[in-house]
């Protein structure tokens, strides 16, 4: 504040009036980041094999240029605000700044760190006149799951198989395992 208020000038009212005035506008400013940073998991994590985006909302009030800093490995690419990738393993860290330059030359920075979160792996099998969630590579069959069919949810069959399949249907998943990942899953009945 004191190399603000040292550019207005000497103590007289009009300085004075400047400052406050400064002041008022540093304050809302402050009362705002100078970028919110959303995740397409809806956290601040990335599940494993599935594709997300990050993206930056730069405070409009502040003008300059904003560009991630993004040379993970995982990124898959960036365009503008917003940062696209795809964790390959699980338990890993993607970590991902944004940088806006202002037109003073002034660069302010955000990191966000995604935690990189296991993905349930399941298969659906058909067994007899039905349909069953199962684990697979080791993996348990999920608690929690919803059945879609022919893309639309189906109220009435959520954890537990699906009965009389019928058939030229295509049913899948929305998987949510504990780490709160969501993993989607398909099965064509013929």
């Known amino acids: 504040m004191y190399a603000m208020y ?20 540093a304050g809302a400013l402050g009362a705002q980041p100078f970028v919110q940073l959303h995740t397409t998991s809806g956290g601040m994590y990335a599940c494993e094999g599935l594709p997300m985006a990050v993206v930056a909302f730069p405070n409009m009030q502040l003008k300059g240029q904003g560009r991630w800093v993004a040379s993970h490995p995982d990124v898959l690419k960036v365009e503008g605000n917003v940062v696209a990738l795809q964790p390959k393993q699980a338990g890993t860290s ?48 999920p608690r929690v799951y919803q059945w879609l069919v022919n893309g ?26 504990d780490s709160g990942c969501t993993t989607p899953t398909f099965f064509v009945v013929e």
């Open 152 to 177: 639309k949810i189906v109220l009435d069959h959520r954890n537990a198989p699906f009965e009389h399949p019928q058939k030229d249907s295509y049913y899948s998943l929305s998987v949510l395992n």
């Open 94 to 141: 993607i970590q991902l700044t944004y940088e806006l330059r202002l037109n003073d030359g002034t660069v302010l920075d955000s990191t966000i760190t995604l935690a990189a979160r296991t993905t349930a792996k399941v298969a659906i099998e058909q067994q007899g006149d039905r349909l069953v969630v199962v684990g697979k590579d080791g993996h348990p069959a």
């Open 6 to 25: 040292r550019n207005i000038g000497k103590r007289t009212t009009a300085g004075l009036l400047a400052l406050a005035l400064l002041l008022l506008q």
